[in-house]
């Protein structure tokens, strides 16, 4: 596979990781302080769902999805649901893997001590065949995701930030995806991907580029440089941004930013790395963060 194409497939995020079946894409999301859900869907197809929440003591979890199964055959087929006893289950990787029978929907089960968070994938459809090939290695794929620096792999955004960062918002677009962190001390490090590079790129150049998506988010330019960045083309841009904080908001104090945007022909993708806050807070190097 192409490197871009490994980087779509990976998955990190709180506290787990997994590297996604080839196609399957992140149709949608929802992310709280202590739970949250992906969708994911293969063209048109709904291919299954990942929930995790927190959770006070371990979980009994054979019953959980046995719980869960019942009610989906309640609406679904309720003469089943009334002789319903319970799941079929197996261990795989360190996932509790439970069905019922082809054609109805399987689960995966997962409690983490460490940080008492209950994952659980929820599969549309279970076919023998399918779970061999696909749900199967995905589940064997998972890897904890708890030490810092943590990954945040996302939509083809890699990354790898200290313990002081935590998530603030996403857009994701299907060609400009960015993730933007903050850390306790309003330091703001926001990461771009940009697809559709040669039409992007046909009437200006990374410094006119990386200029407009920084005036677009309320900056100043202040200046532009040419830089490179392993080995590829990219442009290194200060600029300015009105501060967040009460004090600085109501006296209009400006922050000090620093950005880097780097070309990749290969890939056809342009990367971005922005960061803005006070002054004097340290920034990070973007080949220390970029994965």
């Known amino acids: 596979m192409p490197p871009y194409i490994?980087?779509?497939?990976?998955?990190?995020?709180?506290g787990f990781s997994f590297t996604l079946p080839l196609w399957w894409e992140i149709t949608g999301h929802h992310f709280a302080n202590?739970?949250?859900?992906?969708?994911?869907?293969?063209?048109?197809?709904?291919?299954?769902?990942?929930?995790?929440?927190?959770?006070?003591?371990?979980?009994?979890?054979?019953?959980?999805?046995?719980?869960?199964?019942?009610?989906?055959?309640?609406?679904a087929a309720p003469a089943d649901a009334?002789?319903?006893?319970?799941?079929?289950?197996?261990?795989?990787?360190?996932?509790?893997?439970?069905?019922?029978?082809?054609?109805?929907?399987?689960?995966?089960?997962?409690?983490?001590?460490?940080?008492?968070?209950?994952?659980?994938?929820?599969?549309?459809?279970?076919?023998?065949?399918?779970?061999?090939?696909t749900l199967?290695?995905?589940?064997?794929?998972?890897?904890?995701?708890?030490?810092?620096?943590?990954?945040?792999?996302?939509?083809?955004?890699?990354?790898?930030?200290?313990?002081p960062f935590a998530f603030e918002a996403i857009s994701p677009e299907p060609a400009n995806v960015a993730i933007t962190f903050e850390t306790a001390k309003d330091l703001h490090l926001t990461a771009r991907r940009i697809g559709l590079d040669r039409a992007v790129l046909a009437g200006l150049d990374l410094a006119g580029l990386h200029r407009r998506l920084l005036s677009r988010a309320r900056s100043r330019v202040m200046s532009s440089q040419p830089v490179e960045f392993r080995g590829l083309r990219g442009v290194r841009t200060a600029f300015e941004r009105r501060g967040e904080r009460r004090m600085e908001?109501?006296?209009?104090?400006?922050?000090?930013?620093?950005?880097?945007?780097?070309?990749?022909?290969?890939e056809g993708r342009i990367y971005a790395i922005e960061q803005v806050g006070p002054p004097k807070h340290p920034r990070l190097e973007p080949d220390d963060v970029v994965g």
Do not use: C
């Open 6 to 14: 490994e980087r779509i497939r990976r998955l990190s995020w709180r």
């Open 136 to 163: 199967l290695p995905l589940l064997e794929s998972f890897r904890p995701n708890h030490a810092w620096p943590r990954r945040h792999e996302l939509f083809g955004v890699s990354l790898q930030l200290p313990e």
């Open 34 to 75: 202590d739970e949250g859900q992906f969708q994911f869907y293969e063209r048109v197809r709904p291919r299954g769902q990942l929930v995790w929440r927190t959770v006070p003591q371990t979980p009994d979890q054979p019953r959980i999805l046995d719980e869960v199964h019942r009610r989906f055959l309640a609406k």
């Open 249 to 266: 908001m109501l006296t209009g104090a400006w922050w000090p930013g620093d950005a880097w945007m780097w070309h990749d022909p290969t």
């Open 82 to 133: 009334s002789v319903f006893a319970a799941l079929s289950t197996s261990v795989v990787g360190q996932f509790l893997f439970a069905w019922h029978r082809p054609g109805l929907p399987a689960y995966a089960s997962l409690y983490q001590h460490s940080t008492r968070t209950l994952l659980q994938w929820i599969f549309p459809e279970h076919d023998e065949a399918f779970a061999a090939s």
